[in-house]
DNA sequence: GTCTATATTGTGATAGAC
DNA sequence: GTCTATCACAATATAGAC
């Protein structure tokens, strides 16, 4: 028996999620999450209970991209500089598939700090040991001038804040020229990674 | 006369700007001002007209306060060093006092994003001389593998989205220690002025 | 499981007394 | 100017037929 149509299930999390990460929690609509889906909103409170419900799964969801890709990327045998610009790659790629994505995030652990560290668990990550690892790597590089943490927390800010911050950038950088924005947003996988290696080689 | 107690109105804007940068537009509640301004509901519509006007003079004024800063200190005579280190300081110290600042900007530029380029020229603001003066620099310094463009975004990212993203930071990167959260902050200022500058001298 | 119709609640906004 | 009481509407949630 071959399934032909996506489950109702299935079709109203992919709309809750389009719906939830474009509009946040408090402007999204279960109205336009039916409509998304092609359904009703009745049929929603038959399959998750409550909004609350159905945006629990979504953001678990959501955050729960960013943790893999980093500890992978950072535990292979890969020299630093193929650690990094894989890194840098497929977070700005990910960004690009999904511009609204850091706003949604940025936006929602700040409604629930607390469902973060939850997440963090449930996902295995181990941020202790992904500090550990960069430590070491930075020691054999004998760069003293920078933390394991200041160097992530630059190495986040630089890839994701562009994405958050679009509408300045392109607003006021760009005078609304989208077609600018996106061939910055493109350049930015080797500036960000040339930037990195040149502060971190200096000295 | 003397005035003992605040007007009305400023007690009004002050209760609204507290509550709508916690909050949001959305999640902002119009009982919830009325309460923190010590008055109720019916007086809030007296002076404004509704919660939309109430709120456009507030985004204003939280957006208005990034941008005369780094304005100002980019077209000053001091050496590009004490510029960098100035525009840091005053930005990390403005987050310091106002932590929710950086998430409520990004979040409402997104629910309206022609808000921005009104603003930016109401403010005076010019980007193109800001952009000019910054390629002179470089060009002095004989730096040629960044753009003026990435060197303000990568600037503004790092000094902006640690707290955007203060509880993943917090949560994650310190188990939930808001003291090392708060030193970790402190750092930022010295840490992201090397971080930058390392980068410039390199090659 | 899926629908229409309706209940319930929350919230921005207004009327009118003082 | 400030209040209480109420409206009007939007949005979540439920009842009940099919």
Redesign the pocket.
Same mark, same amino acid.
């Given at each position: 028996m071959v399934q032909l149509e996506k489950?109702?299930?299935l079709k109203i999390l992919e709309a809750a999620k389009q719906e939830f990460i474009e509009r946040g929690f408090d402007g999204?609509?279960?109205? %336009?999450i039916?409509e998304r889906a092609?359904?009703?909103?009745?049929?929603?409170?038959?399959?998750f209970?409550? %909004?609350?419900?159905?945006f629990k799964g979504i953001f678990r969801e959501a955050f729960g991209e960013f943790i893999p890709k980093i500890m992978a990327t950072f535990q292979s045998n890969l020299p630093f500089e193929e650690k990094l610009k894989s890194a840098i790659n497929s977070y700005i790629d990910l960004f690009i598939k999904n511009p609204h994505l850091p706003v949604f995030v940025i936006n929602e652990m700040h409604r629930n700090p607390s469902l973060i560290p939850e997440i963090i668990l449930s996902e295995g990550a181990k941020p202790e040991i992904l500090l550990h690892a960069l430590a070491e790597e930075l020691k054999q590089m004998k760069v003293k001038h920078i933390t394991p943490v200041h160097l992530i927390v630059n190495i986040l800010s630089m890839c994701i804040f562009p994405f958050a911050a679009s509408p300045i950038i392109t607003g006021v950088l760009f005078m609304n020229d989208k077609i600018a924005y996106q061939q910055f947003i493109q350049e930015r996988k080797q500036v960000v990674f040339d930037f990195i290696m040149n502060s971190l080689k200096s000295k």
């Open positions: 489950s109702t299930e999204a609509r279960m109205q %336009k039916a092609g359904i009703n909103k009745a049929l929603l409170h038959y399959y209970r409550s %909004k609350e419900n159905l």
